[in-house]
């Protein structure tokens, strides 16, 4: 069985920096997609970063150059680095994910249907 527990969130300051993680297990393929999304009040869910089994990453044009997401050398655990946090990042983050191999990894994990198993959650608030 798949499972997907995340940690990490918490309230911020306007410039700093938060690191969320997703520990995952139960894949019975090598390969795996992952991914990271988002969703303020009465906004769409927004997929803020993507990441394969080998290592390809995706990112939305919100949190280029701000996030970086990764994975551990085990491909036991899902990370993703915020940092120059702003009150617009503001939001439930979830991590996602699929098993087995896709070649529209990661090119589609800004849809939040491409994905099958979630995690619950966590909220960041970041203040000004």
């Known amino acids: 069985e798949v499972q997907l527990v995340e940690s990490g969130g918490g309230s911020v300051q306007a410039g700093g920096s938060l690191r969320l993680s997703c520990t995952f297990s139960?894949?019975?393929?090598?390969?795996?997609?992952m991914g990271w999304f988002r969703q303020a009040p009465g906004k769409e869910r927004e997929g803020v970063a993507g990441i394969s089994s080998d290592g390809a990453t995706r990112y939305s044009d919100s949190v280029k150059g701000r996030f970086t997401v990764s994975t551990d050398n085990a491909k036991t655990t899902l990370y993703l680095q915020m940092d120059s946090l702003e009150p617009e990042d503001s939001a439930m983050y979830y991590c996602?994910?699929?098993?087995?191999?896709?070649?529209?990894?990661?090119?589609?994990?800004?849809?939040?249907?491409?994905?099958?198993?979630w995690g619950q959650g966590t909220q960041v608030t970041v203040s000004s």
């Open positions: 139960g894949f019975i393929y090598s390969a795996f997609c």
């Open positions: 996602a994910a699929r098993d087995g191999f896709s070649s529209f990894c990661p090119r589609r994990t800004d849809e939040a249907s491409f994905f099958v198993f």
